[in-house]
């Protein structure tokens, strides 16, 4: 597959910041066994890769803006531009030795996702898309999968953790949704989750409390591979509402009537 120059550029960032996980994931492997744990060193692992990442694509296009994970945003100077990055998506797989996590990278062009990348290291995947010239996982061009029936569909989503989301909300979305489909999966990193979707994987998706840069090259694949992505107003404020749900046509609406059921009386 051809790729443009800007891609060229996402793409040997997020190989460049996976040598580098991959290296300190075998590290965080040896350290499961210690009593402290590989906390700390998975949040220097961390900030080093959007180090890595922003100091590739700040070179190749200085005047673009940054919003990443681990650090302060920088606006830029071309106001048209903005590289929206999570150096490590699936922080906690990562930090209990769980071989799926990402580095994500997506270009942003006047408030339009236009490009994105998604990278794990630990498997060699890489998922690539830039609008209107489709998505690929390495070099196989992708489609989300042709199920119209939620019966027959596997579905993935992100599960509120401690301290994070709604707990309630969320378990009343899951036993509405859980009723009617083959089955749902929890994977732990929502890039990758998006990717899965894109690459006919799993049917839909969905998760709430996100960040932009959780999501936003997904985006861009989910559309690419042609599907369908919303927030859980039916909108396109992802970025801004941190909802997702995403699947082909038929999937993506009937999630998004199931996950809006009433809370059953008991």
Not at 142 to 170: M, Q, W, Y
Request: hydrophobic content about 40%; proline content about 3%.
């Amino acid at each position: 597959m051809a790729r443009s120059a800007l891609l060229n550029v996402m793409v040997q960032a997020a190989f460049k910041a996976g040598k580098s996980l991959s290296r300190d994931f075998g590290e965080v492997q040896n350290l499961q066994v210690s009593v402290k744990g590989p906390g700390d060193y998975v949040s220097q692992a961390d900030r080093k890769a959007e180090k890595i990442v922003k100091d590739e694509l700040l070179k190749a296009r200085p005047t673009y803006g940054f919003l990443g994970e681990e650090s302060d945003e920088i606006k830029g100077t071309d106001g048209a531009h903005r590289w929206i990055v999570d150096p490590l998506d699936g922080t906690t797989n990562f930090l209990h030795g769980i071989p799926q996590f990402a580095v994500s990278i997506a270009l942003e062009r006047n408030g339009e996702i236009v490009a994105g990348v998604i990278f794990n290291p630990a498997t060699d995947e890489l998922y690539t898309a830039e609008k209107g010239g489709g998505a690929f996982l390495n070099d196989r061009r992708l489609r989300v999968a042709a199920r119209k029936e939620l019966s027959d569909s596997v579905i993935t989503c992100g599960v509120p953790h401690l301290g994070r989301g709604n707990h309630g909300k969320f378990l009343v979305e899951l036993r509405h949704v859980m009723g009617e489909v083959s089955g749902i999966r929890r994977f732990g990193a929502a890039s990758l989750d998006l990717g899965y979707v894109a690459a006919g994987r799993c049917d839909g998706y969905w998760e709430t409390g996100l960040a932009a840069w959780d999501i936003a090259a997904g985006i861009l694949l989910i559309k690419e591979a042609g599907g369908w992505v919303s927030d859980f107003d039916g909108k396109t404020n992802m970025l801004e509402t941190g909802s997702v749900i995403a699947g082909n046509e038929y999937i993506h609406k009937a999630l998004l009537e199931v996950t809006h059921r009433p809370v059953p009386k008991l």
